[in-house]
């Protein structure tokens, strides 16, 4: 069976840890595959099922978790579970990919316990808290509400950065953009073979 490794790219909602996916994904000679996690929440506009997210409704994912079919899953905020399905990880693989996910600050360090040899954990930290506010303003994808309710949960994420492999701070886009690369780069350059 073939085993690659995984990148975890954690960080508080609004960070631009999804930028900083997508750029590693374009990035061919890293041959990295996106884990689409399942998400019980409602699609936002353009998200695509199968692409974006697996959407599930709520008890489409409460049956999958009493089924044992997550390899971490995580009620991320209040009935909007969210979660990696074994079979993702096991499907790129399967096609000969490392996988990178873009995941909440607990999954990713799920990921890393389950994993400790194969996986490379980042965090991604957002310059700062009212930073972290403007940029999901700005976004327009949430309510006034669910903003702030993204922002508090994100002062207790920023205590989790030091159990991560390595920070990386995206004050500057280009910048983390080459730091995320030569971390990922190296850490599958050195570690033990993909397959
Ligand atoms: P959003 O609703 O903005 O797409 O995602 C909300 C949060 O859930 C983000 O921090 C995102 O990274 C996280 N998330 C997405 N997929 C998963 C997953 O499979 N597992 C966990 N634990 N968190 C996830």
């Given at each position: 069976m073939h085993q690659g490794k995984l990148i975890v790219l954690s960080a508080p909602s609004g960070s631009g840890k999804t930028t900083l996916v997508r750029y590693l994904l374009n990035c061919e000679e890293l041959n990295l595959g996106f884990s689409i996690s399942a998400a019980s929440r409602e699609p936002r506009a353009g998200e695509i099922h199968g692409t974006d997210y697996y959407f599930l409704s709520l008890r489409e994912f409460k049956d999958k978790i009493k089924a044992d079919e997550f390899l971490e899953w995580e009620e991320v905020y209040r009935d909007n579970f969210y979660g990696t399905l074994k079979t993702e990880v096991q499907r790129l693989w399967d096609n000969g990919k490392h996988v990178i996910f873009d995941i909440?600050?607990?999954?990713?360090?799920?990921?890393?316990?389950?994993?400790?040899?194969?996986?490379?954990?980042?965090?991604?930290?957002?310059?700062?808290?009212?930073?972290?506010?403007?940029?999901?303003?700005?976004?327009?994808?949430?309510?006034?509400?669910?903003?702030?309710?993204?922002?508090?949960?994100?002062?207790?994420?920023?205590?989790?950065?030091?159990?991560?492999?390595?920070?990386?701070?995206?004050?500057?886009?280009?910048?983390?953009?080459?730091?995320?690369?030569?971390?990922?780069?190296?850490?599958?350059?050195?570690?033990?073979?993909?397959?």
């Open positions: 909440d600050v607990v999954g990713g360090l799920d990921i890393k316990r389950i994993y400790p040899e194969r996986t490379l954990a980042i965090f991604v930290k957002p310059p700062s808290i009212d930073e972290l506010k403007i940029r999901l303003k700005k976004r327009k994808t949430e309510s006034e509400d669910k903003i702030n309710m993204r922002v508090a949960k994100a002062s207790t994420e920023l205590a989790t950065a030091p159990q991560f492999d390595a920070i990386v701070t995206n004050d500057d886009l280009e910048k983390a953009k080459q730091e995320v690369y030569q971390l990922v780069k190296k850490f599958l350059d050195t570690s033990s073979s993909a397959t």
